[in-house]
């Protein structure tokens, strides 16, 4: 297991993070994701920190705050020190029923943070993620509160998930200019199967030194070796809920791709595409979430594929973007100012 840093900080993260949105028996918004009890729960903390991974992502919406409650209690049911631990949290999804129940004003952030607290029986959050874009709060009325959480010791670093890259730079700006805690990380969707963070996210988080946490590496399972041109319909969760969006044909010209090197490196499919992730630069960590111990035992496998310089470009060329404007533009005007 490798340790990066997060963004431009001095913290080190293992390259894969356990995932505990399966983390909850409870019905809800996430119930095809969830479903994992408290003995499942340690167990497969147990195994990951077996393994080296000392990073652990859950947020208070996953089984309506059941995944925080399970994860601190795995924390103690197996003894693990607190501190050796990198224990990462989100906010801004509804937790109520009222008018300021969700969103991420302050009024939200601050009670959110005790509940997590709470949830988790620590006295700290080490990574607070604000969990998407809130259009209705002033920018730097959230980014103040989440300020003030870092001041207070609450808090020691802060996160963005799932925006834009305009509400990201603008964010990062008045951050800077405002002398607030800036945002070190950015968790995000992206997988071999859909690159589209590329076209302006991943220039801006290499261009701000900003981590990136990936999500759902297996395109939703699409990419676990239950999916083919023959079986479309596998037995993973997609079954009954096709998320996220994914450009089917194309994925199955990846997976034609991959699955005879897999088969060439005794490895799977599954772990060739989550090593691919971890040979992009761009990758902070690979946040990897399972129901059962096979799947996380093959996750944790993808620190030892290694790819040719000839196979990553053969995967490259499969899978990359369409070129689109301004892209393409670029460059084409780019050639003669290259370092």
């Not at 990419?223 to 199955?252: C, H, I, M, W």
Request: aromatic share 8%.
């Amino acid at each position: 297991m490798k340790y990066n840093l997060l963004g431009r900080t001095g913290l080190k993260v293992s390259e894969l993070c356990l995932g505990t949105m399966t983390f909850g028996t409870n019905p809800g918004r996430f119930a095809a994701i969830s479903g994992v009890d408290q003995a499942g729960a340690d167990a497969l903390t147990k195994r990951a920190v077996e393994a080296g991974i000392n990073f652990i992502d859950t947020a208070n919406v996953y089984s309506e705050g059941a995944s925080e409650e399970m994860t601190g209690q795995a924390i103690r049911n197996l003894g693990l020190k607190r501190d050796d631990l990198v224990l990462a949290t989100k906010v801004r999804g509804k937790m109520g029923d009222g008018p300021n129940d969700s969103g991420l004003t302050r009024k939200h952030i601050m009670a959110q943070v005790e509940a997590s607290l709470k949830r988790l029986n620590t006295d700290y959050i080490d990574l607070y993620q604000t969990h998407s874009f809130d259009p209705l709060t002033p920018l730097d009325e959230t980014l103040r509160a989440l300020d003030d959480l870092v001041r207070s010791g609450k808090v020691r670093y802060l996160g963005a998930s799932n925006v834009a890259a305009w509400q990201l730079t603008k964010a990062l700006d008045i951050s800077h200019y405002e002398h607030l805690a800036r945002y070190v990380s950015l968790q995000a969707y992206y997988t071999i199967a859909g690159r589209d963070l590329e076209r302006e996210l991943v220039p801006l988080l290499l261009d701000q030194q900003v981590g990136l946490m990936v999500w759902s590496p297996l395109a939703g399972g699409f990419l676990s070796g239950k999916y083919t041109r023959e079986n479309q319909r596998g037995e993973g969760r997609r079954s009954g809920f096709d998320f996220p969006p994914v450009n089917k044909d194309l994925a199955f010209d990846i997976i034609d791709q991959l699955k005879p090197l897999a088969d060439a490196k005794g490895s799977t499919v599954a772990s060739l595409a989550l090593a691919w992730l971890l040979h992009q630069k761009v990758v902070s960590t690979v946040i990897i979430g399972a129901k059962k111990m096979d799947q996380l035992e093959d996750n944790l496998r993808a620190v030892d594929v290694q790819f040719t310089p000839e196979e990553l470009q053969q995967l490259d060329e499969v899978s990359k973007l369409t070129p689109e404007y301004p892209g393409w533009m670029l460059a084409f005007t780019g050639g003669d100012r290259q370092a």
